[in-house]
């Protein structure tokens, strides 16, 4: 959500069913502390820093919630009486009439005493309400809180950090963990934010979920991948499971369509042809002995216009890996983009090889899919990495509308636009992908899911979880990020495939 879009949940939640704002803060509280509990122990003493908007006012809730179950906790105003106000003011009230003492940020000697001792802090500052550069006291105050050591605990995102994307100038408070209040917030997905939550969690506070706007955004979970993963008829044959080609390798880069190819055959494709060069053939072909060969025309090496594949006989084509980025290669691409029918997906050198034709390629009938890593997505857009990094939702949403096309722009949290600006944002897998050949891996899983599945869009997101929960698993066991190869994923898809798989 866009800070925005929670503003506007929220409004229509009141609007709509008579809750109050004060409600929404007691439940928003209460979903904080619960939260809390959980990370903390009764003797460790807890400090609520409290600013002056409604997150100020969760903080109010979460201090009398602590001290009701019998935590130890010093709750401190960081803002003068006269910026609280409306449902934090009541709440400040209710505090304050519950018995409890409340601190005063006169000086922050004082504070930072008190910050000594805490072993745990909860910063119940600013959340999605924050504009601009921090001001005092709350800039000294984010400062002093990153310098001590104490466990940090935000409330809904932490003080100073934007909620949304674009905004690149900002003092953020560094937390442990952040308890996310009713939706995660597009800051927890950017490269350049992400580092100030911590771990997070999302908490419910009860936001009537037949009433509000649906949202334009999906975090994917598992659940969704088990809700949609397609089942195998106890009937089917090969013909049923796709009849897929992927077309790339090169001289140079022999192995990129080698693993493409196994992953495509290892996450369920019924037949699988590879289109490669003639020197690569019996490099790949003794580790390939399910896969049929495609002679193509070559050129120094390279892939080139082919002329002699019937495209035809495909449900569905994969290319550009390893492909190598000479000119020549792009009357082939050129060829696949008018012959092939089904599903076609795009990524590495074929990104490079289509960008002067995308107006042209956009007007394939079937789905065109393109999966670039921020390089080449920056490279496609006529933008550098840092711009795309700050704003990875809207561009790929821009160009996913204007070309009509279906973009996986793979990261840590990987987002998937459909043409008409559906988003979803996948967060499985760790640092043992960052390393070649994850992403010529990944092309495989989605060809082979792309062919059996009715929707791009769940074989994308679904794709994306097996590669990222594959990998997750293998360091937990027989690997660690360091070791961890694109091959040694591919032989993990079996396990990952075990636990969603089911046939009818
Ligand atoms: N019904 C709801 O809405 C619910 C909302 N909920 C909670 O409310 C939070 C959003 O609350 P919000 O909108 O009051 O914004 P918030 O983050 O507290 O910031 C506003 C304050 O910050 C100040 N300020 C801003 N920029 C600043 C800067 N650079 N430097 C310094 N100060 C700055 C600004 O001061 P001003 O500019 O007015 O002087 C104002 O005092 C949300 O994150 C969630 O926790 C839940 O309780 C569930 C129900
Ligand atoms: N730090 C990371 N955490 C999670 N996933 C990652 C990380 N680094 C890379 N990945 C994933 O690994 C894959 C890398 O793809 P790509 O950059 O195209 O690699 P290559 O072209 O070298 O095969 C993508 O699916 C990406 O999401
Ligand atoms: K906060």
């Known amino acids: 959500m866009t800070a925005q879009e929670m503003y506007e949940r929220d409004k229509v939640a009141i609007q709509t069913t008579g809750l109050s704002g004060s409600m929404l803060m007691e439940n928003a509280g209460r979903a904080v502390s619960d939260d809390v509990e959980t990370k903390i122990e009764k003797h460790q003493s807890v400090i609520v820093l409290i600013g002056g908007g409604n997150n100020g006012g969760d903080g109010y809730v979460i201090a009398r919630t602590l001290l009701n179950r019998g935590y130890q906790v010093e709750a401190w105003q960081v803002v003068s009486d006269h910026k609280i106000q409306g449902d934090a003011l009541l709440h400040k009230e209710i505090f304050i009439k519950s018995g409890y003492p409340l601190q005063q940020l006169e000086e922050l000697g004082t504070l930072e005493e008190s910050l000594e001792q805490a072993d745990v802090v909860i910063d119940s500052m600013l959340g999605i309400g924050v504009k601009g550069q921090l001001r005092p006291p709350f800039k000294e105050v984010v400062a002093l809180v990153n310098k001590r ?28 963990h952040t308890t996310v209040i009713a939706a995660p917030k597009i800051s927890v997905f950017l490269e350049h934010t992400s580092s100030y939550y911590g771990e997070w969690t999302v908490v419910d506070i009860g936001l009537p979920t037949k009433k509000i706007p649906n949202s334009r955004r999906k975090l994917w979970g598992k659940s969704d991948t088990l809700s949609t993963f397609p089942t195998r008829q106890a009937h089917s044959h090969k013909g049923s499971h796709g009849k897929g080609i992927v077309v790339g390798g090169s001289f140079q880069m022999p192995g990129s369509i080698a693993m493409t190819a196994k992953a495509a055959l290892r996450s369920g494709i019924g037949l699988l042809t590879i289109a490669t060069t003639s020197n690569t053939v019996p ?10 060969f495609q002679q193509v025309t070559e050129e120094g090496g390279f892939l080139s216009s082919a002329n002699v594949v019937d495209w ?37 050198d074929g990104l490079y090889l289509m960008k002067d034709g ?36 809207c561009l790929t949403r821009d160009f996913a509308l204007q070309y009509g096309v279906y973009v996986v722009l793979k990261g840590p949290s990987t987002i998937i636009t459909s043409p008409r600006g559906e988003q979803c944002v996948e967060v499985s897998g760790n640092a043992g992908l960052a390393k070649g050949g994850s992403g010529d891996v990944l092309s495989g899983i989605l060809l082979a899911l792309l062919l059996q599945s009715n929707s ?27 070791d961890l190869l694109a091959t040694d994923l591919i032989e993990g898809l079996p396990n990952t495939f075990r636990t969603f798989s089911s046939s009818t």
């Open 456 to 482: 791009v869009f769940d074989a994308l997101a679904n794709g994306c979880m097996i590669h990222g929960l594959t990998a997750e698993r293998l360091t937990e066991s027989r690997h660690s990020i360091y």
């Open 358 to 393: 995308l107006t042209q390629y956009s007007k394939r009938k079937d789905p065109t899919i393109l999966t670039p890593h921020p390089g080449e997505f920056a490279h496609l857009i006529d933008r550098s990495i840092p711009e795309v990094m700050q704003s990875p939702f």
């Open 312 to 348: 035809s006989q495909y449900n569905g084509a994969a290319i550009g890996m390893g492909m190598g980025r000479n000119q020549g290669s792009t009357t082939l691409v050129e060829e696949i983009f008018d012959c092939v029918e089904g599903p076609l997906l795009i990524d590495a």
């Open 149 to 176: 050591a104490a466990y940090t605990i935000a409330v809904d995102i932490p003080t100073g950090v934007p909620a949304d994307e674009s905004v690149s100038e900002f003092d953020g408070l560094f937390a442990n």
């Open 283 to 292: 490099l790949i072909a003794p580790f390939l002995q399910e896969a049929t």
